[in-house]
């Protein structure tokens, strides 16, 4: 079963993965210039889905939260099956229903199913092995930049930290999303060079157009690159 799967929707990804990779190659033959040009199309490509995901998250969350109000109203001033029929009809208009949890669950399913299968594509490339990337001795190895500490994992999580300073608004969801982003710190801080750099740059395009966001909204929602404090701010 999870074979079958796997040939459904791990292996298409695979191919684009490794076309959107291959892609520079004839102009471009550094492999750490690849990388960063990877995270860079690959978030242009899906821009468009996480835009409408962003639209659709945000007017489920303004709903839930018009329900929640007018639920807590008709709590405070009816009982029994009185109070039942009016949370129902509350439902209907707004035409809300607990289902939509669920659809909102599966946006942030599509941003972790991205999340893993790069994970897994870029934990499995071969290109990079024996590759450097300026000061970086081999792209398939920790960094080890500082004096065997590895600099490129506290530079992820500190842009991602910037990010979300930017992106949520939420002082509780804003201490999760941080609290995230140290435990992918701790998941990620001894993987290759390679991913490192994929994220790290994937944040840093994430925090630049979230604090143009922050300055250019005007009231409509805003597309933004995927990042570990969206897997919190979504909720």
């Known amino acids: 079963m999870l074979d079958a799967l796997e040939h459904v929707f791990v292996d298409p990804l695979m191919l684009i993965y490794a076309f959107i990779?291959?892609?520079?190659?004839?102009?471009?033959?550094?492999a750490g210039v690849q990388l960063i040009l990877f995270s860079v199309m690959l978030n242009l490509l899906l821009m468009p889905l996480y835009r409408q995901m962003e639209q659709r998250s945000a007017a489920t969350r303004e709903i839930r939260q018009r329900v929640a109000s007018e639920v807590a109203r008709m709590k405070r001033h009816f009982r029994g099956r009185e109070r039942y029929f009016y949370i129902r009809a509350v439902y209907r208009n707004y035409k809300y229903h607990p289902i939509?949890?669920?659809?909102?669950?599966?946006?942030?399913?599509?941003?972790?199913?991205?999340?893993?299968?790069?994970?897994?594509?870029?934990?499995?490339?071969?290109?990079?092995?024996?590759?450097?990337?300026?000061?970086?001795?081999?792209?398939?190895?920790?960094?080890?930049?500082?004096?065997?500490?590895?600099?490129?994992?506290?530079?992820?999580?500190?842009?991602?930290?910037?990010?979300?300073?930017?992106?949520?608004?939420?002082?509780?969801?804003?201490?999760q999303a941080w609290a995230l982003a140290a435990v992918f710190l701790v998941l990620l801080y001894g993987s290759p060079a390679a991913l490192v750099l994929y994220w790290t740059t994937n944040n840093l395009f994430s925090l630049i157009r979230n604090i143009l966001a922050r300055r250019m909204r005007s009231g409509s929602s805003t597309p933004q690159f995927p990042t570990f404090a969206r897997f919190t701010a979504q909720r």
């Not at 990779?21 to 550094?30: A, C, G, M, S, V």
């Not at 941003?111 to 790069?118: D, E, G, P, R």
């Not at 500490?149 to 990010?163: C, F, G, K, Y």
């Open 21 to 30: 990779y291959h892609f520079p190659e004839r102009w471009i033959l550094d």
């Open 100 to 175: 939509s949890e669920l659809l909102g669950s599966a946006d942030l399913l599509v941003q972790i199913v991205v999340f893993f299968t790069v994970f897994h594509y870029l934990s499995g490339l071969d290109a990079v092995a024996g590759q450097s990337f300026g000061p970086i001795a081999d792209l398939s190895r920790p960094d080890g930049l500082l004096g065997g500490v590895h600099l490129l994992p506290l530079l992820m999580t500190a842009i991602n930290a910037a990010s979300t300073y930017y992106y949520v608004d939420d002082p509780s969801k804003r201490w």
